[in-house]
Structures are given as C-alpha cells and as structure tokens.
C-alpha cells in the first residue's frame, strides 16, 4: 500500500515560515504525481501545488504564488512544502496527496497536518 505522513504543521505568527515535508512510503515519489491541498474551516478543500517528475511544479491559488514552493526529493522519497510571509489567511489543515502518474484523481491522502498562523 502507498502511506503517507505529513510532518511540520504549527502554531506560527504572521509572516514566519514554516516548512511541511510528506514521507512516502510503500512506492517511490517517482511512481507517483504529488500535491499539497488545504482546507481551511467551512471552505472546500482546494489544491495548493502540485510536482511531477517530469520537471514540472505549479502553485494554484494567486494569494500564496511567490510565497510557497513545492519540492520533491526522490533520494529521501519526500515532497515539500516551503511556506514563507505566513497570513491568518492560510491557516489550514494541509494534506499530501498522491496519484498515479497516469491516473486524473487523486487516490491517497495523508492524514493531514495543523498550519495555524496568529496575526
């Protein structure tokens, strides 16, 4: 089976950075298309950024582009989060999720992790 465990969730004031990272296990990062979604309380869940091993990486929503940043590290079998200039805005639960890279929909999911950020 394909696991996935997200780590670095906090409490953090506005403008802190915070960096969550996603350990796979059960296949290699490299099988798989990977992505960070967030959903905050009463809003639907909604896709924050997403990798591919085909070099491509994108960051959806306009009001965290240029702060956030996602990364995979095949060697560690790991996808990352990097999180800078943190608004109340994006407090959050944020989850990993994977899908086989041939697959449109997304099949696992992490349990998901805290992001709260105080202004």
């Known amino acids: 089976q394909v696991q996935l465990v997200e780590s670095g969730g906090g409490l953090v004031q506005a403008g802190s950075s915070l960096r969550l990272s996603c350990a796979a296990s059960?296949?290699?990062?490299?099988?798989?298309?990977m992505a960070w979604f967030r959903q905050a309380p009463g809003k639907e869940r909604e896709i924050v950024a997403q990798?591919?091993?085909?070099?491509?990486?994108?960051i959806y929503p306009g009001t965290v582009k240029g702060r956030f940043t996602i990364a995979g590290d095949s060697a560690k079998n790991t996808v990352s989060l990097q999180m800078n200039s943190l608004k109340p805005a994006d407090t959050a639960i944020y989850y990993c999720?994977?899908?086989?890279?041939?697959?449109?929909?997304?099949?696992?999911w992490g349990q998901g992790t805290q992001v709260t950020v105080a202004s």
């Open positions: 999720a994977a899908k086989f890279k041939e697959s449109l929909d997304y099949h696992f």
């Open positions: 059960g296949l290699t990062v490299r099988d798989l298309d």
């Open positions: 990798v591919t091993w085909s070099g491509s990486s994108t």
